[in-house]
């Protein structure tokens, strides 16, 4: 247990390097990698890659989405791989449970591939599917690249039998651009690169993981979110680095917050660089060496499990121990032309990272800012409107899924408009082209006629109508009530208890409605009442229950039912 957990009332550590799949933040990002992985393995074979650089969480997001595969899909993890063509063959075999036959005659090539050949045709013929991971495949040779391209050859005279994983850093874009492996580059199905966390994530990450680890507030200073991104510029691991050493500062001075300053400090800790002394430098020094030894002595005392101040290292192979001054500029290498650039020192014997400390500490100085609060994701939100509390979710498919499981039902419209949306009058996910050209998914919670009100995490914005317009890519996606028992009605259906479901909405909705006899036929007559009902309610007036018309049974019988719109704008069909 990290010696701060107990002070700041935390279940676990937050901020570790390990990749654990539940603390994963579910950025646009993350959820884009994931459709686009998922994607690829929907596909009928071939090679999926995903890259970033070092520290964007790679790792996590990988195992996120094993966490998640159905029942029916095998999975060999290969973690190194620096090996031989014949040891990555026999560890795939092994991770499958593969038996090797002991043959003399041929090689150890040979008969993994003619075993996992055998075993594939088998897992396929039993419904099953197979994927191949492969970490950190910039390392891979030639030769192995070579071998994983034939076994993406293994099929049935219908199907690939084979998906492979390949998870690594930019360096593996630009051997896979190499023109002896076009062959393997044109067999990938599906890519992405993971960037770093943009700036206006950086908070929800933070607190998305102090949330997931039991705090109850918010224990970073807004201040010190500027901070972290301007030295991290968005590397999760960095961040996580940093943070785990703040609090350690945190809880040695007594503080219940984590200021920029101790972020600074954090900082020139893990990045071995110093500022100019300072009076009060030597004292903070003084004091949290001090205080780090009383809090070992007495943890012996108070506590079986002894706390020990814990520093976590960078994993190995990641080369980010920036010592020199290039070092640490290549650490923040911008990696799109829209973030905001590290600018060189202009102050003589400072190092890149001292100059931007300093500029923190000068921007900082002097400002109360209010803590973050503690975010979601914009589909989670979506649940919250109906009262139904969720994990954060990553992909459209499980909002399909866990909606039929809380018998609702899901929509998405695409090529849509504003009247659609007015008519729909659900709550639901919409996709906002950015300043810098990506789509950000917001939840679409307010509509008037002249005004939206979105909603993305801790952040709520109120866009003009217009500029809604402009920026929405006219994809929504919503929830509905949608009842059991009834799908829809036309004249001349005979379905008993859905005609008694009907009645029973016209009669909570107008106490004089009187339940016509129709011995379960949908009949001229109800298919009146329906008209009548649907012309009053300004929605497409057919005579047809459907999904239009059972929204609008269910808004006026249940008030707790979330809308959208104020009613101000022109209802519509949809």
């Excluded at 300093?358 to 589909?379: G, H, R, Y």
């Excluded at 016509?516 to 009146?528: C, F, P, Q, S």
């Excluded at 999904?547 to 704008?569: A, D, F, W």
Aim: hydrophobic share 45%; proline share 4%; net charge negative.
């Amino acid at each position: 247990m990290s010696i701060y957990q107990q002070y700041f009332a935390l279940n676990c550590e937050p901020f570790s390097i390990v990749p654990d799949p539940g603390f994963l933040y579910p950025s646009s990002q993350h959820r884009q990698a994931v459709a686009h992985l998922k994607y690829g393995l929907d596909r009928e074979g071939g090679f999926v890659l995903l890259t970033g650089e070092v520290g964007t969480g790679k790792t996590t997001l990988t195992r996120t989405l094993l966490k998640r595969l159905p029942a029916h899909v095998r999975v060999a993890y290969v973690l190194n791989s620096t090996l031989e063509v014949t040891d990555v063959l026999a560890s795939i075999c092994q991770e499958l449970s593969i038996e090797l036959p002991r043959s003399a005659q041929t090689s150890l090539s040979k008969n993994c591939i003619d075993a996992l050949n055998t075993d594939l045709i088998a897992a396929h013929a039993e419904g099953k599917k197979t994927l191949v991971v492969i970490e950190e495949a910039q390392n891979l040779s030639p030769e192995v690249l070579e071998i994983l391209r034939l076994l993406s050859n293994l099929e049935t005279a219908t199907h690939k039998l084979l998906h492979i994983l390949l998870v690594g850093q930019p360096e593996l874009l630009e051997t896979l651009a190499q023109k002896d492996q076009r062959q393997l580059n044109q067999r990938v199905v599906a890519r992405f690169h993971l960037l770093p966390l943009a700036k206006s994530d950086v908070a929800n990450y933070v607190n998305h993981r102090l949330h997931h680890a039991g705090a109850n507030r918010a224990i970073f200073e807004n201040a010190a979110m500027s901070a972290l991104f301007k030295l991290t510029k968005g590397v999760p691991r960095l961040i996580n680095l940093i943070c785990h050493h703040a609090l350690l500062a945190a809880y040695a001075t007594g503080a219940k917050t984590v200021s920029a300053k101790l972020v600074k400090n954090a900082a020139m800790e893990i990045f071995d660089t110093q500022l100019p002394q300072k009076k009060s430098s030597g004292k903070w020094l003084v004091s949290l060496f001090i205080v780090g030894i009383f809090a070992v002595l007495m943890a012996e005392r108070y506590q079986a499990n002894r706390e020990t101040i814990e520093f976590e290292a960078i994993e190995v192979g990641d080369e980010i121990d920036p010592q020199p001054v290039q070092q640490v500029e290549a650490l923040f290498e911008v990696i799109e032309a829209d973030e905001i650039l590290i600018q060189p020192s202009e102050q003589v014997g400072l190092t890149l990272i001292e100059s931007e400390l300093l500029a923190i500490e000068a921007e900082n100085k002097d400002q109360s800012i209010p803590s973050a609060p503690l975010v979601s994701n914009p589909f989670a939100e979506l649940f919250a409107k109906w009262s139904i509390e969720v994990e954060p979710l990553f992909s459209e498919e499980e909002v399909f899924a866990l909606a039929a499981s809380n018998n609702l039902g899901a929509e998405k419209l695409t090529n849509s408009n504003i009247e659609v949306l007015s008519a729909v009058d659900r709550p639901g996910i919409t996709w906002i082209v950015e300043d810098n050209g990506r789509l950000k998914s917001y939840l679409l919670s307010e509509l008037d006629a002249d005004s939206v009100l979105l909603k993305a995490g801790d952040t709520s914005r109120r866009e003009t109508l217009q500029w809604f317009i402009e920026r929405w890519n006219g994809a929504f996606l919503y929830l509905w009530y949608s009842p059991s028992d009834i799908q829809s009605l036309r004249l001349g259906d005979q379905d008993p208890l859905a005609l008694k479901w009907l009645q029973s909405q016209l009669q909570r909705i107008d106490s004089d409605y009187l339940p016509l006899i129709t011995d379960g036929n949908y009949t001229e007559t109800i298919r009146g009442k329906v008209l009548d009902f649907q012309i009053q309610q300004g929605i497409r007036a057919d005579g047809v229950v459907g999904r239009q018309t059972i929204m609008k049974l269910n808004q006026l019988v249940e008030p707790s039912i979330p809308t959208l719109s104020n009613g101000l704008l022109e209802q519509s069909n949809f």
